[in-house]
């Protein structure tokens, strides 16, 4: 998100007639910012007096928040009741839109993402390799190396979990071992190993065979993927 439309964005819903009190943008914030457990500048209200106003507040918090955190934010603080009587609302919205390609047919929740990148900050190298999946999809291209991407930060997360550098197959087992150790059912061991063996042969076949990936497929790969990351760093992070 470029800087224009976050400016454009805190002009509206820090708007002095229409848009959120200098209490609710330091409520939301501090809400936010304990949800993706990031630091923000004003988290109490009243501001500082060197902050001129509420828009100025607002502005310099989300630009504390990732893209992907920041659209997700913006999207929320929209469809607030406050928010529904102002005509500058849907301006924003159908702007947001159009800039983050979130209106294209097939999308991946912009709250998954989110989620994913917080769970993800400790592990660097699983991170870097997930936020370049979810750019190259966001984008339309490359889609072979988006689900590469994705197969290569969930295989750095393990490695990471585990503390080895075994390929993905070859922690299969060390894996279902270490939730076993933490009381995960047998079913939902099962249930994991499994998906990650499908993963992989999934990913395998079409770069064997230089498939194109249908983009559906890929959107739900990348969700179903982000899910396990976030279960998989809850039980053994």
Not at 11 to 29: F, M, N, P, Q, R
Not at 76 to 97: A, D
Not at 119 to 124: D, I, N, V
Not at 162 to 168: I, M, Q, V
């Amino acid at each position: 998100m470029d800087s224009s439309l976050l400016v454009f964005a805190a002009d509206i819903l820090g708007d002095t007639t229409g848009g959120l009190t200098g209490s609710k943008i330091a409520k939301y914030c501090v809400g936010y910012s304990i949800e993706y457990n990031v630091k923000i500048p004003y988290a109490t209200y009243p501001f500082p007096k060197n902050v001129p106003n509420k828009r100025t507040a607002l502005f310099e918090n989300l630009k504390c928040f990732s893209d992907v955190q920041r659209t997700h934010i913006i999207k929320e603080l929209c469809e607030l009741p406050e928010m529904e009587n102002n005509p500058q609302v849907g301006i924003l919205k159908k702007k947001l839109s159009e800039r983050t390609g979130s209106t294209t047919k097939n999308s991946v929740d912009a709250k998954i993402i989110a989620k994913t990148q917080h769970w993800l900050a400790s592990y660097p190298r699983a991170l870097k390799s997930y936020e370049q999946a979810i750019e190259k999809f966001e984008n339309g291209e490359y889609q072979r190396n988006t689900l590469d991407d994705m197969r290569f930060s969930l295989e750095m997360l393990i490695k990471d979990l585990l503390g080895n550098e075994r390929s993905l197959e070859n922690n299969k087992n060390d894996l279902g071992t270490q939730l076993k150790q933490k009381n995960v059912s047998s079913e939902f061991r099962n249930m994991v190993t499994t998906l990650i063996t499908y993963f992989c042969s999934y990913q395998n076949d079409h770069v064997k065979h230089n498939d194109d990936i249908k983009e559906n497929e890929l959107e739900y790969t990348i969700e179903f993927t982000s899910t396990l990351m976030k279960f998989l760093i809850k039980t053994l992070g």
